[in-house]
C-alpha cells in the first residue's frame, strides 16, 4: 500500500525513509532526462553503458584484449556505417575454387 509523503502517524524506519527517499531521487532524475534533447539523452545512454560496461567478466576480458591491442574495439551501437562500396568480382580461370576444395576433400 502505497503512502503519500508526510502521511501516517507512526514514525517511519530508516530504512522506509531511505527507500523513500531513493524513489524520489530516482523519479527526480527521470523527470530531469525527459527534459533532455535527444542528442543529450544518447550522450547520457553511452556514458551509463560505459560505467555499467564491467558488470560482467566476459566485458573486462574484451577490455583488457582491446587495450593489450590483441582485439579490435567494437564500433558502438547505431554508429553511422557508410554504405558498402561497389563491389567488382575477381576473375578467376579454370574451375571454381569450391569445387577444387571438394575434389582435394575427397
Known amino acids: 500500500?502505497?503512502?503519500a509523503l508526510g502521511e501516517g502517524s507512526t514514525p517511519e524506519s530508516a530504512q522506509e525513509r531511505?527507500?523513500?527517499?531513493?524513489?524520489?531521487?530516482?523519479?527526480?532524475v527521470l523527470a530531469e532526462v525527459?527534459?533532455?534533447?535527444?542528442?543529450?539523452?544518447?550522450?547520457?545512454?553511452?556514458?551509463?553503458?560505459?560505467?555499467?560496461?564491467?558488470?560482467?567478466?566476459?566485458?573486462?576480458?574484451e577490455?583488457?584484449?582491446?587495450?593489450?591491442?590483441?582485439?579490435?574495439?567494437r564500433r558502438p551501437q547505431g554508429e553511422?556505417?557508410?554504405p558498402p562500396t561497389a563491389f567488382t568480382p575477381v576473375v578467376v580461370r579454370g574451375q571454381p575454387v569450391s569445387e577444387t576444395l571438394l575434389e582435394e576433400r575427397r
Open 18 to 28: 531511505e527507500w523513500e527517499m531513493g524513489t524520489i531521487r530516482l523519479e527526480q
Open 63 to 73: 577490455a583488457i584484449l582491446t587495450e593489450a591491442g590483441l582485439l579490435r574495439a
Open 80 to 82: 553511422d556505417m557508410a
Open 34 to 61: 525527459k527534459l533532455l534533447s535527444q542528442e543529450e539523452q544518447q550522450q547520457l545512454r553511452d556514458t551509463l553503458d560505459r560505467w555499467l560496461r564491467h558488470d560482467r567478466p566476459e566485458d573486462r576480458l
Open 1 to 3: 500500500m502505497a503512502r
